[in-house]
């Protein structure tokens, strides 16, 4: 049927109507479009081509080359030195078990490092290098790089890791790098991005540990052109970091080296102190160790090897020991008695060998007892009754407070793991931590270096400085760092009369030079030398009525954990003093028998800088000591230290 004219009319208009809005839309839809792509292209072109060149341009982390740690004489305890490996691309390697088959037999390749290489193949993306041999030598490498073509995806690197030249001597000092652990990211809040670089080393114990921010030193960067699945495609330019800081230590190479040969393998610790200054010329614990098996991870075996060893060669025993002082504490209580004006160094106390205090006998070491014995008498022959009179008369108070101002109880700020407190102890200390009231028994024991006092070998050379100088000096190890000298803190007076001072210093020398002192049989016969000294013994074990009636039992014919420690502390020269030495022997019976000679032996070899002559030795000792230098010698690793181990 055929539309009339005026329908045809109103049909064209309707459609005129919605072309022209459709038109209209799509015009709008263009137009915004067109307005769209204007602002990107124009108005944030920059921003899109930073995004773009980002995907495309990576920056890598460059680690510096960590700072070295010297001796005072510029000798290098610790160093860097190139480490080489070889390392395959996967995905470059194609059969990647042929190239390995191709590379052991130019090189010896380790299971191990083989079955660590496959794990992290499996996890890793293919593109990546993977470890296949570490810390190789340079003629390895050498054959490795000469072979390349025939080795797809094998690259021989160099790159830098710690070393420790002279091993164990500084073990305990110095400490050692290891892989980052997440132990180690898990005690940092924000850890160092370098921190996450495969293999990195951090300081793990010891100064390494306590100086790692500043030893570390600040990563460089590199930029490099990466592939849309990463890879590398080549280096665009980089920037070097910054250097760790060097330090150098107080401490003395050959007097260090020489103190951990003549300490040997007995389970032993030795300071030696420059009473002037506070300089730490040793710092010496024995059995050691050789810090570098720790360097690139330990194996099992050997760590189980360090500690199942009863004598705890992993252990820092000059500054984290601590044990009674034994008699080593008797000047201590002397100078607190002659302080309070209580005793007068002539005044004499009758020794029958025990003294009866609350209905409990203390005993001499002396069964006998030492007869009347004043003040200097005492001290020489170590008598106990002597001391035990004058601790119940000055009481503890006054006891803990001197030996507070010659830093027993006292921790010192030093970069070293562990550094122990001790304990000076008090009447609100034993409230507070044993719940307990302060008895007269307590302080007798204290008086003696027994009961509840403990102190380290570096409190003991720091009182033993006090007492030579009469003067507050304070133990430092880091001599400069970069260059730039680490200032002494200065030493004030002690504020304690002089003629008390010199009274006990009077018994130390007699302990030493006197024919009934103590130390009689470990003396320095040289007259410029003369050293003022005290032996202490101090014991790990009660000893019952029972035992003492039948006699006690010789620490010869105990077991070896049972025998008392050793101890000996001293100075010299006498008259000029100059050094002090402190040497604790565990378990190693008496101190004039164990601690003694070796402290003698020390002392003579700082005041000579090196080997004494045989002159300065009791006519008597001088064969054997001949022999035993000869021993020593061919210990010491001074005749192995290279040019290049000195600076």
């Known amino acids: 049927m055929r539309k009339n004219p005026q329908e045809n ?33 124009l108005n944030q072109a920059d921003q899109f081509r930073l995004l773009a060149e980002e995907n495309r341009i990576n920056i890598r982390l460059i680690p510096p080359a960590r700072g070295e740690v010297f001796d005072r004489n510029g000798v290098v305890l610790a160093r860097n030195e ?55 030598s340079w003629d390895e490498l050498s054959r490795v790089a000469v072979n390349t ?13 710690r070393f420790y030249p002279l091993r164990g001597d500084f073990a305990h000092v110095v400490g050692y790098v290891g892989p980052v652990s997440d132990y180690d990211l898990s005690k940092i809040e924000n850890p160092d991005q370098l921190l996450r670089i ?28 990466v592939n849309a699945v990463g890879r590398i495609m080549r280096e665009l330019d980089r920037r070097e970091g910054q250097q760790g800081d060097d330090v150098q230590l107080t401490i003395d190479q050959s007097l260090q ?25 040793t710092i010496a614990s024995a059995p050691t160790f050789d810090p570098n098996l720790f360097v690139e991870g330990i194996s099992v075996a050997d760590y189980r090897a360090l500690t199942d060893n009863d004598h705890r060669p992993l252990a820092a025993k000059s500054v984290q020991g601590t044990y009674p002082p034994g008699s080593t504490f008797k000047m201590i ?81 030093l970069p070293l793991s562990g550094v122990a407190s001790g304990l000076n102890p008090t009447r609100n200390w034993k409230n507070q931590v044993r719940g307990a009231d302060w008895v007269v028994g307590d302080t007798v024991n204290v008086s003696i270096g027994q009961g509840f006092v403990l102190t380290s070998p570096l409190q003991l050379a720091v009182m033993t400085s006090r007492l030579a100088t009469g003067r507050d000096v304070v133990p430092r190890i880091v001599k400069s760092i970069n260059g730039k000298d680490m200032p002494s803190a200065p ?14 210093r009077r018994g130390m020398y007699e302990v030493s030079n006197h024919r009934r002192g103590t130390a009689y049989g470990s003396r320095i016969i040289e007259d410029g030398l003369r050293m003022a000294g005290k032996t202490g013994t ?10 003492r009636a039948r006699g006690v039992t010789r620490n010869e014919d105990l077991p070896w954990n049972r025998r008392d420690h050793a101890l000996y502390v001293n100075y010299a020269p006498y008259d000029d003093p100059q050094i002090a030495v402190a040497v604790v022997v565990e378990h190693g019976g008496g101190g004039s028998k164990a601690a003694a000679p070796i402290a003698r032996d020390i002392t003579l070899q700082a005041l000579y800088g090196g080997q004494p002559p045989l002159a300065a030795y009791p006519a008597k000792d001088r064969k054997r000591i001949e022999e035993q230098q000869e021993e020593l010698r061919e210990l010491l690793p001074g005749r192995n230290i290279t040019r290049r181990d000195r600076v």
């Not at 109103?10 to 263009?30: C, K, N, P, W, Y």
């Not at 037999?105 to 380790?110: K, V």
């Open 82 to 136: 190139p480490a080489y490996r070889i390392t395959l691309v996967p995905e470059d390697a194609g059969d990647v078990d042929a190239v390995i088959g191709r590379l052991s037999s130019l090189i010896e390749l380790d299971p191990g490092e083989l079955e660590a290489a496959a794990t992290e193949m499996e996890r890793s993306p293919p593109f990546l290098p993977v470890t296949i041999a570490d810390r190789i």
């Open 149 to 161: 073509p025939a080795l797809p995806g094998v690259t021989p690197e160099v790159g830098l890791s």
């Open 491 to 504: 030493a004030e007076r002690l504020g304690i009369n002089e003629a008390f001072l010199n009274e006990v």
């Open 333 to 413: 209580t002397a100078l607190a008695a002659l302080d309070a004006g209580i005793a007068h160094p002539e005044q004499t106390v009758w020794c029958p060998g025990h003294l009866e205090v609350s209905n409990r006998r203390f005993h001499c070491w002396k069964r006998a007892g030492h007869g009347h014995v004043n003040l200097a008498q005492a001290l020489r022959e170590s008598c106990d009754v002597y001391f035990y009179e004058l601790a119940l008369e000055v009481g503890i108070d006054k006891i803990s407070s001197m030996a507070a101002r010659f830093g027993i109880g006292q921790r010192f700020d």
């Open 538 to 547: 101090s014991q790990v074990r009660n000893i019952t009525a029972a035992e």
């Open 9 to 41: 009319a109103e049909t064209h208009a309707r459609v005129t109507r919605r072309a022209l809005l459709l038109g209209g839309a799509q015009l709008a839809f263009m137009g915004g479009l067109g307005l769209r792509m204007r602002q990107l292209q």
């Open 198 to 225: 495969p293999r990195f080393q951090i300081g793990k114990v010891g100064l390494e540990g306590k100086l790692e921010t500043s030893l570390r030193g600040k990563a460089g960067t590199k930029r490099v052109e």
């Open 257 to 281: 080296s020489y103190t951990q040969a003549r300490l040997g393998e007995e389970s032993a610790a030795a300071i030696v102190m420059d009473c002037r200054n506070g300089d730490l010329l």
